[in-house]
């Protein structure tokens, strides 16, 4: 309870400390911290309760991105409705990919299945010029005032943290529930899952259709942030990354991808200043957490955690 | 657009080559994980690699007539190399452990091996200039091609005829086959199955190095045809069955014609063509054209 108090005052201290000691810069940076926290959180539910290693989740946020810039841009309606309509429109993505892709029990067309129908949407949004604008983007998305980032990145900030804590709750309550359970039982072992009468072609649909959806809000949220949008959101990169910070934060503990969302935002904000070779930072750390860590960083923290205080390890 | 029957014919043709191109990288990624059970997400980067290869070998050899010959034999063998030191480096260490952590490692090697390529070669497109024999038209039946087409289509064939007296007439190939049914027992027969998995994966790559190179001269070379290619092996694969090397070959015409035949209806989005017929495969028949059951 006492931590959780503390963790809150923290966050909301954050900013304020920031803009004192350090520069608005920051602020941004902690704002990026938080949307790809909600991002690597709803990606962990897929590949760390579901067991289900997606190369795809690039698909669902840049979905949540381009709904939010096209709806504010073309459409002009109001942001609330958009925000809500982002996230629908990503996990009906999620539902159609999806669809196809648990089909076939097994991890590898799985994987291959979701990287390539993320392709396919990168392809189409890319091509399609006279709707998403192709590779040019879409520049000054209108943000509503109360957000607005013109002056100072503060009210995003706490609007951002809201919006996620809200989320990261409702997706701590999807792993405690029933379903949650059978998901994780799934993952363990599919089989046994199956015997008992499970239909987990089903239960593995509706978990990536939640991640999607959630996934979408991330992309919504980083479209105003950063007030404009390219088809660089749905590059596989961009799954690549959220899967290295699930990994190397640890996707077996609820918070673990905040831990890897954490190193890789100031990580890219730092090296990206110093080299354009970022692909093979993220590439190298990939190989190096697969080799000795596949646990994460959370994972490591957990266990020896365990070892000191619990007298019999479960 | 007028379509007519000689536009028709031609992509046709262009579709063959297309699908030649498909299927040697299709067999490499089919064999692999026929046999060692792993989908080698970084196989067109060795392609890439393969393509960039001929690029500077083409350019150090400059003044020599054969220069393409010299890279169609010298560019696939340094890229099996590679293959060699990434299975024997990398991969060796994590077979036992779980098949997460193996997707994930070729996944990683993307990115790795993209960067090296952007740090050696550059984000500037590279072309590779045909040998003089293969840059000319020629003409059949009245209609004119590419002499170089036919080039393309002789090595998928002679590459598929040599896989298939491989397969089913060398004991390696029945060593081959033996592994993938039965892994444990080739290894109680006697054999070293470590060798088998890192020879197999340098033949994947070589042939992934050795379509790279052959494509080479009628593309412009750019960082991004790595995934470009991959994308559609891994439609290819899927229609045909994971696993199979006739599922490939067979997917591979199949797709490259699908593709030249969706270039005339629909210029732009020909790609969303392979999709649709990927996912009717996977809802009637899921364990694709020719592939064993899988549930």
């Given at each position: 309870m006492w931590v959780g108090v503390l963790v809150a005052a923290f966050?909301?201290?954050?900013?304020?400390?920031?803009?004192?000691?350090?520069?608005?810069?920051?602020?941004y940076l902690a704002c990026k911290v938080i949307i790809w926290s909600l991002f690597a959180m709803s990606f962990n539910l897929a590949l760390g309760y579901g067991g289900m290693m997606s190369f795809g989740h690039a698909a669902f946020y840049g979905l949540g991105a381009y709904t939010c810039s096209l709806l504010l841009v073309k459409a002009a309606w109001p942001m609330p409705v958009v925000f809500i309509l982002a996230p629908i429109v990503a996990a009906f993505g999620g539902l159609v990919i999806g669809y196809f892709s648990v089909r076939i029990m097994g991890m590898f067309y799985f994987a291959v299945l979701t990287l390539s129908f993320s392709q396919l949407i990168y392809i189409m949004v890319f091509k399609w010029r006279s709707f998403t604008m192709g590779d040019d983007g879409i520049q000054g998305i209108p943000v509503p005032a109360f957000i607005s980032t013109l002056d100072s990145y503060l009210n995003f900030y706490y609007f951002a943290l809201v919006v996620a804590l809200i989320c990261i709750f409702l997706l701590w309550k999807v792993t405690r529930s029933p379903f949650g359970l059978v998901l994780r039982s799934g993952r363990e072992n599919p089989d046994r899952t199956a015997f008992i009468g499970v239909d987990l072609r089903r239960y593995r649909l509706a978990?990536?259709?939640?991640?999607?959806?959630?996934?979408?809000i991330a992309g919504a949220l980083i479209v105003l942030l950063e007030t404009s949008v390219s088809p660089d959101v749905l590059k596989w990169s961009v799954s690549g990354e959220v899967i290295l910070m699930g990994l190397l934060g640890g996707m077996r503990v609820f918070l673990g991808p905040i831990v890897g969302a954490v190193i890789m935002v100031l990580l890219n904000s730092f090296l990206t200043s110093y080299t354009e070779y970022w692909a093979f930072f993220i590439g190298g750390i990939l190989i190096f957490s697969v080799l000795f860590f596949p646990q994460g960083i959370a994972g490591i923290v957990y266990e020896s955690w365990q070892k000191l205080f619990m007298r019999s390890p479960s | 657009m007028e379509i007519d029957a000689s536009i028709i014919l031609?992509?046709?043709?262009?579709?063959?080559?297309?699908?030649?191109?498909?299927?040697?990288?299709?067999?490499g990624l089919t064999l692999v994980f026929g046999v060692m059970r792993v989908v080698n997400f970084a196989h067109g980067s060795f392609y890439m690699i393969g393509a960039y290869l001929a690029y500077s070998l083409t350019q150090y050899f400059g003044s020599s007539p054969e220069r393409f010959w010299i890279a169609l034999l010298v560019a696939p063998c340094l890229v099996s190399l590679l293959g060699g030191i990434v299975e024997y480096g990398l991969m060796r260490r994590i077979y036992e452990r779980d098949h997460l952590l193996q997707i994930l490692l070729t996944y990683a090697l993307i990115f790795v091996l993209g960067?090296?390529?952007?740090?050696?070669?550059?984000?500037?497109?590279?072309?590779?200039?045909?040998?003089?024999?293969?840059?000319?038209?020629?003409?059949?039946g009245g209609h004119s091609f590419p002499a170089y087409y036919f080039f393309i289509i002789g090595m998928?064939?002679?590459?598929?005829?040599?896989?298939?007296?491989?397969?089913?007439?060398?004991k390696f190939g029945k060593l081959m086959r033996a592994s993938s049914e039965h892994r444990e027992m080739v290894a109680m027969l006697g054999y070293n199955v470590r060798t088998i998995f890192t020879v197999v994966f340098?033949?994947?790559?070589?042939?992934?190095?050795?379509?790279?190179?052959?494509?080479?001269?009628?593309?412009?070379?750019?960082?991004?045809?790595?995934?470009?290619?991959?994308i559609e092996c891994f439609l290819v694969v899927i229609i045909g069955g994971l696993g199979s090397v006739w599922g490939a070959l067979l997917?591979?015409?199949?797709?490259?014609?699908?593709?030249?035949?969706?270039?005339?209806?629909?210029?732009?989005?020909?790609?969303?063509?392979?999709?649709?017929?990927?996912?009717?495969?996977?809802?009637?028949?899921p364990s694709g054209l020719l592939g064993r059951r899988v549930r």
């Open positions: 966050l909301a201290m954050l900013p304020i400390g920031l803009q004192i000691w350090t520069s608005e810069y920051y602020i978990a990536l259709t939640i991640s999607a959806f959630f996934s979408g | 031609a992509q046709a043709v262009s579709g063959l080559c297309r699908a030649m191109i498909l299927f040697l990288l299709a067999s960067d090296l390529a952007k740090m050696i070669w550059g984000v500037d497109l590279r072309i590779v200039e045909a040998p003089a024999v293969l840059s000319g038209l020629l003409s059949v998928g064939t002679a590459v598929a005829a040599a896989m298939w007296i491989m397969l089913s007439y060398t340098m033949m994947a790559t070589w042939l992934g190095g050795l379509a790279g190179v052959v494509i080479a001269p009628t593309v412009r070379l750019s960082l991004g045809m790595d995934m470009e290619i991959i997917a591979a015409l199949i797709t490259g014609e699908f593709y030249s035949m969706g270039i005339l209806v629909l210029e732009k989005y020909a790609m969303a063509f392979l999709f649709v017929l990927a996912g009717a495969v996977i809802l009637l028949l």
